[in-house]
């Protein structure tokens, strides 16, 4: 399978968590060329540096990215994720709890997923490719465990769970008493950046039913397989794609001239 380690993804995909300093442009790669050349391999270079001495930061720094983009649009201090990065984008405003409401949940249905992608001005394969990013990282059994007891109305699990991996899942999230343990979002591969989360999928060991989900839906199986190299099929090359998807997402509601501002204290309004 192809992959590549923590290091290598974010020298290769980690740019741009730098405020914007240059006002009444639009976004475009190489934004600070001139104001201030060496922004990007600043970052880049301290980004790295940390996730080498703390590989969970890799998984967090991307569902922040997510989060923030699909909330109103990516703040100018996220991380814009890709080789070659639009940046000069402005922070916003606004920050009311109520804009999480249309964040992807771990119990929605494809047709929703697609739905609140789609709202964003991103598809189908945007949406298979962007989940993919749970190839790294973990999850709290809280946000699956109703899969593992009294799923059906039989009082049965979630059937689209490997049978051998249910008994695995079960030990590590037992009932009624696991709700903070945590567990790897890509079974045998959660510190890789490669495609086996989809191969995962493909053998029921999907964690989040929203995750497994992606398999079970035609609509979607078909970019699972792509990604996944099945005969008969025009591949797809996941390291490349996500970087394109995360690029168009960091697109989502662009604040650039004098819309928003340019914060003083990235956690702050100015």
Known sequence: MEGISFKAMFLLLVLGIVNTIVHGQGTRVGFYSSTCPKAESIVKSTVAAHVNSDSTLAPGLLRMHFHDCFVQGCDASSGGLSWQVPTGRRDGRVSQASDVNNLPRPSDSVDVQKQKFAAKGLNTQDL??????????????????????????NGAADPSINPSFLSQLQTLCPQNNSATNRVALDTGSQNKFDNSYYANLRNGRGILQSDQALWNDATTKTFVQRYLGLRGLLGLTFNVEFGRSMVKMSNIGVKTGTDGEIRKICSAFN
């Open 128 to 153: 298979v490719t962007l989940v993919g990013g749970h190839t790294i990282g973990t999850t709290a059994c809280q946000f699956f465990s109703n899969r593992l007891n009294n799923f059906t109305a």
